[in-house]
């Protein structure tokens, strides 16, 4: 990752949180003559896919989060593991989560999650020409369900404030010029 011009400067930086999946950095930064602490959440990549059907729909998941303890409608995505390519889990992801395969994928760009509190960078991939094969669920994704949604119908569900996910939100306007 490239990093910006800044006269910030890191002054100690220790792990306070450390396990398999996510860690969490304490850094004290010195901003101008002031020293702030910033709690950094170091999670890896991910991919997040628009699955665009013939029909000009896009597929999205309802599913529980526990980080909310509400369901939300999102696009499939999954994180990359070490070895992965981003467009090898954009095509496993989105076969897992939604059953489908896609002969067309497309990288469209880049987000940053929550640029402030973590490093996360997060792959948009647009999928075309789909056909169903079979869902393979892990054991947290069992009460999934796939929802096809029109190209216009999910920008005016984003509006209203039904789809909340940023990244799927952010996804879906990355993904709109190209598909309508």
């Known amino acids: 990752m490239s990093k ?5 400067k890191v002054k100690k930086s220790r792990y306070v949180l450390e396990n398999p999946w996510i860690k ?3 850094d004290d930064v010195d901003v101008g003559g002031e020293v ?34 509400d369901n939300v409608i999102e696009l499939p995505a999954g994180y990359i593991d070490k070895g992965n390519t981003p467009r090898q889990v954009a095509l496993s ?23 402030l509190r973590s490093t996360q960078v997060t792959s948009v991939f647009l999928a075309q020409d789909l056909s169903f094969k079979g869902q393979d669920l892990e054991v947290d ?16 569900m984003i509006k209203k404030g039904e789809i909340k996910d940023m990244a799927s939100v952010a996804a879906v306007l990355m993904v709109e010029k190209l598909v309508t």
């Open 36 to 69: 702030l602490d910033y709690y950094i959440l170091e999670e890896g990549p991910d991919v997040i896919i628009a699955a665009l059907t013939s029909k000009n729909e896009l597929l999205f998941n309802k599913t529980f989060k526990a980080g909310i303890w």
């Open 141 to 156: 994704e069992k009460q999934n369900k796939v929802v096809k949604i029109k190209v216009e119908k999910a920008l005016k």
């Open 93 to 115: 992801e989105l076969r897992e989560e939604t059953g489908y395969v896609a002969s067309k994928l497309k990288k469209v760009g880049e987000l940053y999650r929550s640029p």
């Open 24 to 26: 969490v950095r304490r």
């Open 4 to 8: 910006g011009k800044t006269s910030w």
